[in-house]
């Protein structure tokens, strides 16, 4: 099968960017609900621990999978359109920078990465806001079996097609410059680890695994505070009322002060580390299948 070289690429990057999106999300779903359940309802959950056990022992195992299937679709629209991006962004930001996007330097990878995100977070938005209200269902109060079709005639009758951004500016925010220390912290691994070029371009499944965690730990310790914000915005938004960024920012502050912006992120670096080493062990090697067959 002949494909032109722009058309391969981009077809490549898209594809093994879903991949690597399923493997994020299933691996690290379990963990993402407890930090959103934390975020939004900071009085009733004091601990990750507590958060954990009460939800097991109040609705069972399968709670920690609530909102698994917009959690997946949310990580394939990303991660295809990031990966997408990311390619074609390291290209604009090479020609820029009068080299080539072989020999780039760890910032201008990083940079390219940041570009990128910018258009992966207006499909990430719609989704992530389904997700986080699956999530706290039980919360909300909601007796009613909930589903994501359910949450999307919701949204649309009560707030039209842009009632899925609630949270936008935030996830931008959020994005932007985590995805700079996301790659570079990636990139910067392999460079670590590599004995040599040879090593860089295939650095193997465990190399693989400790650069994605590390870059996953980097994005979530930098940027943290915005996932809380987006995470209240999007909750808050299902009864019907949007709360600025501001005023989410000076509900949060109230709670606790800086502190407050922090809450939950214990299990967001636990789970940062094996979702995202799956995310670039889905993608690296879903990459390179791709690459060989076509």
Request: net charge positive; charged share 15%.
């Amino acid at each position: 099968m002949e494909i032109s070289g722009l058309s391969k690429e981009v077809s490549i990057d898209f594809v093994a960017g879903a991949v690597g999106g399923v493997c994020c999300a299933y691996v690290g779903q379990p963990l993402d609900t407890i930090k959103v359940k934390m975020q939004t309802f900071p009085d009733i959950y004091k601990s990750s621990i507590r958060c954990a056990s009460e939800t097991f022992y109040k609705h069972g195992l399968r709670q920690f999978y609530a909102g698994s299937v917009p959690a997946a679709a949310a990580n394939i629209a990303e991660n295809s359109v990031l990966f997408l991006c990311y390619g074609q962004c390291s290209k604009i930001v090479a020609y820029m920078s009068g080299t080539n996007k072989d020999n780039m330097s760890l910032i201008q990878k990083a940079l390219s990465g940041s570009f990128a995100s910018f258009f992966a977070a207006f499909a990430l938005c719609p989704l992530e806001l389904i997700k986080c209200r699956m999530q706290t269902v039980n919360e909300l109060g909601s007796n009613k079996k909930i589903t994501p079709f359910k949450i999307v005639r919701e949204v649309l009758i009560r707030d039209g097609p842009l009632g899925f951004y609630h949270g936008i500016t935030s996830t931008i925010l959020r994005e932007v410059p985590g995805y700079f220390f996301f790659f570079g912290g990636y990139e910067g691994t392999k460079v670590l680890l590599a004995n040599n070029e040879e090593e860089f371009e295939n650095p193997g499944v465990l190399k693989t695994i400790i650069a994605g965690g590390n870059g996953g730990l980097a994005l979530w310790s930098a940027v943290y505070p915005f996932d809380i914000i987006k995470s209240r915005m999007q909750v808050y938004s299902a009864g019907g009322k949007s709360v600025g960024m501001i005023h989410t920012v000076n509900i949060i502050y109230n709670e606790g002060g800086l502190r407050s912006f922090y809450r939950g992120i214990a299990p967001t670096l636990v789970r940062a580390f094996p979702a995202c080493a799956a995310l670039f062990v889905g993608y690296e090697y879903t990459k390179k299948l791709l690459n060989h067959i076509f």
